[in-house]
């Protein structure tokens, strides 16, 4: 199959290579592939075999990522590939993150016509999405450098398992990231996405530190992350390490994939995860996959005016002025952009 020699890795003897694109760190024999299957040594070099494959692109609004402070209001040109560098057992989008390249039809694009097409949308941002963009770095990286020639700017929404290296080469080219944090438990990230967490809280603040702007998720599955213990520790993290003002999501799940038996996370848990979020001085606590809950709104923590309302992915009323001031005390809300009013929004699948 097509493929073209990656970026991120070091040559050692012997035929072997080692791919520093996640710190997995994957040492690779000739004719194999890294944990992710999208890496492969030929003859002592590594490929990528995802370079320019996309397994989906569509319009969508930034809130579905979710961002809620950047850009509010716009729309995306999202992308995928296929392959990750987790296996979660619960994952919504198992079909294209858990498949080898070859196992799934995708359409090949070049850097030049996913551009093209965010400008054609009227997409302020291409959102590199559904799957992992962290293997997919090589090409991320192209779409980025001519993306901000464009004046667009560049959107991952990541498990954030990257190795600083390859954080460096590509931080100047991205404008915001989703980060999931999937658990504050070690030993969830080893059990269930085969990971680690400490890799991914220091790529989060990393990312911060590098003029990023960082939004995180966490996924509340019943019975594995959801204790109070382990939620009251991941907002003291998260207070600490990234601000009070950097927004926190807390999803909740549905059963999915591997994990059919799970019943949907209680709208009691969510409320939990918020309450303790905000007991831990966290100024932006949002709760996701449940449209028409007062989670999903922005409140201004000057007056606790609810200043941006929304239902799913919409906007339905806004009070801030152009400097992103509460129209009640004038507080102002840390956003990142301006507010896109988009009158309305409906799915675009562009292939």
Known sequence: ???????????????????????????????????????????GRL????????????????????????????LTFSISTVGCNFKCPWCQNYHISQVRPEDYRTVRM????????????????????YNEPIIWLEFVEDVGKLAKREGLEVVLVTNGYITPEALDAVAGLIDAANV???????AFYKRYCKGDLESVLQAVVAMREKGIHVETTTLIIPGLNDSEEELRAL???HYENLGPDTPIHFSRFYPCYKMLYKEPTP?????????????????????????????????????????????????????????MRCSNCGTRIPIRGSYHRRGGWHPLLIY
């Not at 999931?180 to 070690?186: A, E, I, P, T, W």
Request: aromatic residues 10%; charged residues 25%; negative net charge.
């Open 267 to 323: 709208i009691s848990t969510l409320q939990k995860a918020h309450d303790i979020a905000v007991e831990e001085g966290l100024r932006y606590v949002y709760v996701g996959n449940l449209p028409g809950n007062p989670g999903e709104h922005t409140y201004c923590p000057g007056c606790g005016e609810a200043v941006i309302k929304r239902f799913g992915f919409e906007i339905v009323d806004w009070r801030l002025d152009e400097q």
């Open 1 to 43: 199959m097509p493929a073209r020699e990656a970026r991120f890795y070091e040559q050692l003897e012997g035929g072997l290579v080692r791919c520093t694109i996640c710190p997995r760190r994957c040492v690779i024999k000739p004719g194999e592939r890294g944990f992710c299957g999208t890496r492969e040594n030929r003859g």
């Open 110 to 129: 070049e850097p030049e016509e996913v551009v093209a097409l965010a400008k054609r949308y009227n997409c302020p941002s291409i959102s590199i999405t």
């Open 180 to 186: 999931d944090v999937k658990s504050f438990s070690d």
């Open 47 to 74: 490929y990528s075999l995802i370079y320019g494959e996309v397994s989906a692109s569509a319009i969508d609004p930034i809130e579905k990522k979710p961002l809620f402070h950047f850009e509010p209001g716009s």
């Open 235 to 237: 907002c003291k993290w």
